[in-house]
């Protein structure tokens, strides 16, 4: 289990060179298919109408926090985590599973108009703000190297977690017993309920390759 922070800028050159270094059968994500499907038809458009509105805003006066346009953008658009692992899975012509469950991805993006309207754009975009992946760097830190964790395990977390262990199952079952990575968000890597621990997993914090858990 490979453990990631979701849109931190590092993470395509980082995975690419861990996908490198582990030369796994098959790779899992904590991406849905429902999440790509929508972002594939809707991404550009949403991406434009959001850059066409903060230029408006600029020209009207708002001040506009480019972390935080940045941080919407990669919201928006496909994961890095996803392009780095297609590319690769499509080079060495393995296996790529989306394996996330669809009714969260569906949920959430269902408010995507309402997200990109232009009144919530002026708030969201207005400064100053931190950068996502700073504050999610901080909590990562903590929980790592201090063993504080400063973020809820919620029962979403905890069902998703178990449909992402069962695929997982389904594929390590095969003949050949083939070697599963599995990219996910760093958090899922706590398993408080130990859901993962009957695949004997070894955990990495994509950030920082000296602590394994």
């Not at 550009?44 to 109408?49: E, I, N």
């Not at 809820?152 to 199952?169: F, G, L, N, V, W």
């Amino acid at each position: 289990m490979l453990g990631l922070i979701h849109r931190d800028p590092e993470v395509y050159p980082l995975l690419s060179r861990w996908m490198e270094a582990l030369r796994p059968d098959v790779i899992t994500l904590e991406f849905s298919q429902y999440g790509y499907g929508f972002r594939r038809s809707k991404g550009a458009g949403l991406s434009q109408k959001v850059r066409e509105a903060a230029e408006a805003m600029g020209a009207e006066g708002y001040p506009i926090d480019r972390q935080a346009l940045d941080d919407l953008l990669a919201y928006i658009d496909l994961p890095a985590e996803f392009v780095a692992a297609l590319g690769y899975s499509a080079d060495r012509s393995i296996p790529l599973h989306l394996i996330d469950m669809d009714l969260y991805s569906r949920v959430r993006l269902s408010r995507m108009d309402e997200l990109v309207s232009r009144e919530n754009l002026n708030i969201l975009l207005s400064g100053p703000r931190a950068g996502d992946a700073g504050r999610e760097r901080v909590l990562a830190r903590l929980f790592f190297h201090e063993g504080v964790r400063l973020f809820p395990y919620t029962e979403e977390m905890d069902e998703r977690d178990r449909h992402m262990r069962d695929r997982i199952a389904e594929l390590m079952a095969h003949p050949g017993t083939p070697k599963v990575l599995h990219v996910c968000g760093w958090q899922h890597l706590a398993d408080p309920h130990g859901l993962y621990s009957s695949l004997d997993p070894k955990k990495v914090f994509i950030h920082d390759e000296a602590l394994h858990l």
